[in-house]
């Protein structure tokens, strides 16, 4: 049975020996200063200290990543994060949620990006490796930010070795021109050149292509030319045989010589010629009935025949025969044969050309142009509507253009990349980073070990001299540390309107780091209220989805 000593006990310096100290599983729930005790679970002597009973006799060193000042441990920073009097904090090198910031170096995105804001590219090349690029920006700027005007345009890469057509504005001529194979250049119409596009066909002939007028016997329907039907008279090859044949003394005088070499005589209308030999012949001309009448008993071959007979037989191979645009009648009281011929001239005048192509511009079809022919001058003018395009601004619903703004780039195939400059931790990844630094360690009075599942740094010491204390970023309850940084992690779905988590609910306390990422894993960048005040994070205006949202920060 115990003895109790209501005051205090003076030895005067005598010893006390084979003494045992009271033995207990657990801190008294009451104590004062300097009351000790043996701790039978962890077989630890332990002495309240007025706060806390602290064990007695250990001896620490601060391993990789730990610091010891004192008795006071603290942890160090490693990549992004910077030890502080107030804990530790990410640096300048993590990408933050929230605020203005800089980033050096390349960055690249692996996945879709989404910026709420404006984008500016302050390099000097943009590339955008993409297969479509929409713009919903109503007016594209080139030379931007120059304080000159400079020729500026668009080139269109058709390949390796093939031309390069181009839309250029002549900044010396200030006007835009355009080229199909990238070196002649054509000048595109000022609205004071429209009207000056005339054009008169030249007259059509045998070796040019040109205008004809359109004369009688020809006839136009829809636009296409024949000739009007001929009447059916046609001179055919069989009667100009027979003219070929007619004897060529014929003449065409009303009195003839007749001559036999030595002795002529002239006979007229009426007269009978005889010729004397062995037979006679004898000529009579009937004025009555125009005709010639030659007798002979001689065996004389002459068969010369007269004018009348000449032209009786001309005459007669010209009736009830087939003629082709041309009428042949015989006068046989003129001795004519009248020709009137059907004209065939197919040759269209200047006029005629002029109004059959300026039909063509009646009633047509036009697209971004519009046509008009002028009969009084003969010409056709030609105005073409404005041919300029502004691409739109681009947006969710707009296909348009954008600008390319701080950690994109776009390539020479026109793709939109981004650099992921999230180098922000989770506090799993720096429990296991601090973790590892105190594994494979050299520990002397000491043995710090890593609970993975819990996030707990353990230490047990053989020191029972030694009195510790918390450091920044870390709290002390007995002889354990645990991390004063708290991380918290929900999945939740929004439906467009605010989203608000307590300090409370999450352990975290305002501010801290609060990164959001969609149904694809992909990192969102929304509105984030840390309110001090009401002691919440308020998330505004968060898109109808499926989300996880991370809190890291110190221990609320």
Same mark, same amino acid.
């Given at each position: 049975?115990?003895?109790?000593?209501?005051?205090?006990?003076?030895?005067?310096?005598?010893?006390?020996?084979?003494?045992?100290?009271?033995?207990?599983?657990?801190?008294?729930?009451?104590?004062?200063?300097?009351?000790?005790?043996?701790?039978?679970?962890?077989?630890?002597?332990?002495?309240?200290?007025?706060?806390?009973?602290?064990?007695?006799?250990?001896?620490?060193?601060?391993?990789?990543?730990?610091?010891?000042?004192?008795?006071?441990?603290?942890?160090?920073?490693?990549?992004?994060?910077?030890?502080?009097?107030?804990?530790?904090?990410?640096?300048?090198?993590?990408?933050?949620?929230?605020?203005?910031?800089?980033?050096?170096?390349?960055?690249?995105?692996?996945?879709?990006?989404?910026?709420?804001?404006?984008?500016?590219?302050?390099?000097?090349?943009?590339?955008?490796?993409?297969?479509?690029?929409?713009?919903?920006?109503?007016?594209?700027?080139?030379?931007?930010?120059?304080?000159?005007?400079?020729?500026?345009?668009?080139?269109?890469?058709?390949?390796?070795?093939?031309?390069?057509?181009?839309?250029?504005?002549?900044?010396?001529?200030?006007?835009?021109?355009?080229?199909?194979?990238?070196?002649?250049?054509?000048?595109?119409?000022?609205?004071?050149?429209?009207?000056?596009?005339?054009?008169?066909?030249?007259?059509?002939?045998?070796?040019?292509?040109?205008?004809?007028?359109?004369?009688?016997?020809?006839?136009?329907?829809?636009?296409?030319?024949?000739?009007?039907?001929?009447?059916?008279?046609?001179?055919?090859?069989?009667?100009?045989?027979?003219?070929?044949?007619?004897?060529?003394?014929?003449?065409?005088?009303?009195?003839?010589?007749?001559?036999?070499?030595?002795?002529?005589?002239?006979?007229?209308?009426?007269?009978?010629?005889?010729?004397?030999?062995?037979?006679?012949?004898?000529?009579?001309?009937?004025?009555?009935?125009?005709?010639?009448?030659?007798?002979?008993?001689?065996?004389? !071959? @002459? /068969? *010369?025949? %007269?004018? =009348?007979?000449? +032209? $009786?037989?001309? &005459?007669?191979?010209?009736?009830?025969?087939?003629? #082709?645009?041309?009428?042949?009648?015989?006068?046989?009281?003129?001795?004519?044969?009248?020709?009137?011929?059907?004209? !065939? @001239? /197919? *040759?269209? %005048?200047? =006029?005629?050309? +002029? $109004?059959?192509? &300026?039909?063509?511009?009646?009633?047509?079809?036009? #697209?971004?142009?519009?046509?008009?022919?002028?009969?009084?001058?003969?010409?056709?003018?030609?105005?073409?509507?404005?041919?300029?395009?502004?691409?739109?601004?681009?947006?969710?619903?707009?296909?348009? &253009?954008?600008?390319?703004?701080?950690?994109?780039?776009?390539?020479?195939?026109?793709?939109?990349?981004?650099?992921?400059?999230?180098?922000?931790?989770?506090?799993?990844?720096?429990?296991?980073?601090?973790?590892?630094?105190?594994?494979?360690?050299?520990?002397?009075?000491?043995?710090?070990?890593?609970?993975?599942?819990?996030?707990?740094?353990?230490?047990?010491?053989?020191?029972?001299?030694?009195?510790?204390?918390?450091?920044?970023?870390?709290?002390?309850?007995?002889?354990?540390?645990?991390?004063?940084?708290?991380?918290?992690?929900?999945?939740?779905?929004?439906?467009?309107?605010?989203?608000?988590?307590?300090?409370?609910?999450?352990?975290?306390?305002?501010?801290?780091?609060?990164?959001?990422?969609?149904?694809?894993?992909?990192?969102?960048?929304?509105?984030?209220?840390?309110?001090?005040?009401?002691?919440?994070?308020?998330?505004?205006?968060?898109?109808?989805?499926?989300?996880?949202?991370?809190?890291?920060?110190?221990?609320?």
């Amino acid at each position: 049975m115990a003895i109790k000593f209501l005051a205090d006990l003076d030895i005067s310096g005598s010893e006390i020996q084979s003494v045992a100290l009271e033995n207990r599983t657990s801190d008294p729930s009451s104590a004062s200063t300097g009351q000790i005790y043996f701790d039978t679970g962890s077989n630890e002597v332990k002495i309240y200290d007025g706060s806390n009973f602290i064990v007695v006799g250990k001896t620490y060193s601060a391993g990789n990543g730990i610091s010891l000042s004192g008795t006071a441990f603290s942890v160090a920073g490693g990549d992004g994060l910077t030890q502080e009097a107030s804990g530790l904090k990410v640096d300048s090198t993590v990408i933050r949620t929230t605020g203005a910031q800089t980033k050096a170096g390349n960055m690249t995105f692996s996945n879709n990006v989404t910026i709420t804001g404006n984008l500016t590219v302050n390099g000097t090349q943009t590339i955008l490796n993409t297969a479509e690029l929409a713009v919903e920006d109503t007016n594209i700027e080139l030379n931007s930010g120059s304080s000159e005007g400079a020729d500026s345009g668009i080139s269109v890469n058709r390949g390796q070795g093939e031309d390069v057509p181009q839309l250029l504005w002549d900044e010396s001529a200030s006007r835009w021109t355009f080229t199909n194979n990238g070196s002649t250049f054509y000048n595109i119409p000022l609205s004071t050149e429209y009207n000056n596009f005339t054009y008169t066909l030249p007259t059509a002939s045998a070796s040019t292509l040109g205008g004809v007028k359109i004369g009688s016997g020809i006839t136009i329907t829809n636009g296409v030319i024949s000739a009007d039907s001929q009447t059916a008279n046609d001179f055919t090859d069989a009667l100009l045989t027979k003219l070929n044949g007619i004897a060529t003394g014929a003449d065409n005088y009303s009195s003839w010589t007749v001559s036999d070499g030595t002795n002529s005589e002239t006979v007229g209308s009426g007269a009978t010629v005889q010729w004397r030999g062995s037979g006679a012949t004898s000529v009579s001309y009937d004025a009555e009935s125009n005709t010639f009448t030659i007798s002979s008993t001689d065996t004389n !071959t @002459n /068969t *010369q025949l %007269s004018k =009348e007979t000449v +032209q $009786d037989y001309v &005459g007669e191979m010209l009736t009830g025969n087939t003629e #082709t645009n041309i009428s042949v009648t015989y006068d046989d009281a003129n001795n004519k044969i009248n020709f009137v011929a059907t004209d !065939t @001239n /197919t *040759q269209l %005048s200047t =006029e005629a050309v +002029q $109004d059959i192509v &300026g039909a063509m511009f009646q009633s047509n079809t036009e #697209t971004r142009i519009t046509a008009t022919y002028q009969d009084t001058d003969g010409t056709i003018d030609l105005v073409v509507d404005d041919q300029s395009y502004t691409l739109p601004t681009a947006s969710g619903d707009i296909l348009g &253009g954008i600008k390319v703004g701080t950690n994109l780039s776009i390539n020479e195939e026109g793709i939109l990349s981004s650099t992921d400059t999230n180098t922000q931790l989770s506090n799993e990844q720096v429990q296991d980073i601090i973790g590892a630094m105190v594994t494979g360690n050299t520990e002397t009075n000491i043995s710090v070990t890593y609970n993975d599942s819990t996030g707990k740094l353990n230490f047990s010491a053989t020191d029972t001299d030694t009195t510790y204390s918390a450091g920044d970023g870390l709290s002390l309850s007995g002889t354990t540390f645990t991390n004063a940084n708290a991380y918290y992690a929900v999945d939740f779905t929004a439906d467009g309107g605010d989203y608000e988590v307590t300090t409370e609910t999450s352990s975290v306390r305002v501010p801290a780091i609060v990164q959001l990422l969609d149904s694809t894993g992909r990192m969102v960048l929304p509105d984030v209220v840390q309110d001090a005040t009401n002691a919440k994070f308020v998330l505004k205006s968060v898109p109808t989805g499926d989300y996880s949202l991370v809190i890291m920060g110190r221990r609320g």
